[in-house]
């Protein structure tokens, strides 16, 4: 919970994620694991002849799983609580949490408080999705996409050099498999580096034109990868 005090804000006990939802996103973690240990003891193992390139899905597959916990265990921006009563308060309060309400904050209705930035809830990491763990949310689709592209190609170059009719049943079904996947995932990194490169939320992506200036992207996707803390948040949460 969140206290005012004076000009200063305090953090107690702040519980990272939704507790009810973790053995959600546990499952997520495993379900991940064992489709990664497939890939590596199965499919690599068998098909790949490019020791790199293994190398560099397996790096992937690593990077996938190490974002997959910081989009969990980093807090997404929850925006400071106040109290009614306080003379030297004159802003603008959630009328559920009583968090103070600034653009771009929106409270969530599954863990009861509002997030700077506010994207969306993700059941599957079993948090908020805002200002402070989008950019590992980006780095968990994209690292995911990455490691599953590459598989893709493999076994798609093997199904022109296989002889075998049960190998080729095999690696179509594998092929069909991980294209499904990505049909799913493509939109999530699609969207999550649009908003990134033109600073928007998910609330805002259709409401604003986009901005193809390379110099505005450079400036937005500086900004998303760099900012890790807005000054009020600093000033709660280190010195407390």
Known sequence: MLNYN??????????????????????????????????????????????????????FQILSIYSMFRVNMTEPGV??????????FYGKLCEKCKAIKIDRCYHCKFCDHCVNDFEAHCFLMATCIGRRNIKYLLGLVTFTGMALYLLLLILIYKLFVSDCNRELTFIILNIVSLVLTLIHLNPFIYTTWRNASQNWTKKEMNKTKFNGSPSFIYKNYKQFFTQICDSQLYASFVQY
């Open 6 to 59: 004076g000009n200063l804000w305090v953090r107690n006990n702040y519980v990272l994620g939704n507790r009810t939802q973790y053995p959600l996103f546990l499952g997520t973690v495993a379900g991940t694991l064992l489709l990664y240990l497939y890939c590596d003891f199965v499919l690599l193992k068998k098909y790949c002849e490019v020791p790199n390139l293994s190398k560099a899905i397996v790096t």
């Open 79 to 88: 925006q400071m609580q106040t109290i009614l009563d306080d003379k030297n």
